[in-house]
């Protein structure tokens, strides 16, 4: 049985006098130890898939199963500690605490747990900072620490629980091509050396080149499912330049039309 299991999950969010159809019916499973890269345009639903499958948000309607766990109908604190117990996140803006040291950082979820005291925390902290390289940092603040390192901590942070999924939302987007490159070859060792399953939003083709499977997706919708770069890149740009016409023409005036 897949560790992910999603059967026609729709999410639409009621805006008073419209609704916003984020998510339309879409079905996907995936694996256990998979590296998968969600992609597509501003709009275009991935983060809501994002959050859906994140725990973070619940779906309008349809079955979304976890480890074999109904995930939709659960409550929010339910979702709460499936967040804490099986999913690591890891953000683009890092979202460390400024005034607390790195190890600090990586014990917090851990003081959400059940059964971890202040030594196990603290040891485990300094484990997982080393896993990424940053066992001579435990005692630095985050304004002490270079972006790439902060992403680092985050890391860290976001595995410190053990997970079985780690999800990152635009995770190199504030960094620049060197540390980006570092930071998704950690991803990559996490996942193959660690089994880890990871997946990924990002607008980044050279981040998605590393995944093994890439989802488009577009208008709420996944339009491609794929494992091969080249498909994923003409899928993608073909969307872009559909949603760039489509705004396109949502913007134009009669005025403008009449200066034409």
């Known amino acids: 049985m897949a560790l992910i299991e999603l059967k026609d999950i729709c999410r639409t969010y009621d805006l008073g006098e419209v609704r916003v159809h984020a998510l339309r019916p879409t079905s996907l499973e995936i694996e256990r130890g998979e590296y998968v890269a969600l992609l597509g345009p501003s709009g275009s639903g991935k983060s ?10 619940r779906p309008t309607s349809g079955s979304y199963k976890l480890d074999s766990r109904e995930i939709a109908t659960m409550s929010r ?19 460390l605490l400024a005034r607390t040291s790195a190890a600090e950082n990586v014990e917090l979820p851990l ?6 005291v202040g030594r196990k925390r603290k040891q485990r902290a300094r484990e997982m900072l ?17 972006g790439g390192q902060q992403q680092r901590v985050a890391i860290a942070r976001a595995l410190v629980t053990d997970p079985s999924i780690l999800m990152g939302d635009e995770p190199t987007g504030n960094l620049d091509s ?10 990559r060792k996490l996942n193959e050396e660690q089994g880890i399953t990871v997946i990924l939003v990002t607008h980044d083709l050279n981040v998605a080149r590393n995944a093994r499977r890439m989802l488009v997706l577009r208008d709420g ?17 073909t969307a872009e330049d559909e949603t760039a016409e489509d705004s396109v023409a949502e913007d134009q ?8």
Do not use: W
Not at 83 to 89: D, M, Q, S
């Open 221 to 237: 919708r996944i339009v491609t499912d794929t494992t091969d770069y080249e498909e994923a890149f003409h899928v993608l740009h």
């Open 111 to 116: 003081l959400y747990g059940a059964g971890a």
């Open 130 to 146: 080393g896993l990424v390289g940053l066992e001579d940092r435990l005692d630095h603040h985050p304004g002490q620490l270079s």
């Open 253 to 260: 005036t009669p005025a403008a039309e009449e200066a034409d």
């Open 77 to 95: 604190n339910e979702r709460a500690r499936i967040r804490n117990k099986h999913i690591g996140f890891v953000f683009q803006n890092f979202n």
């Open 48 to 57: 809501t898939l994002m959050n859906t499958l994140g725990c973070l948000d």
């Open 178 to 187: 060197k540390t980006s490159r570092e930071v998704i070859e950690l991803f």
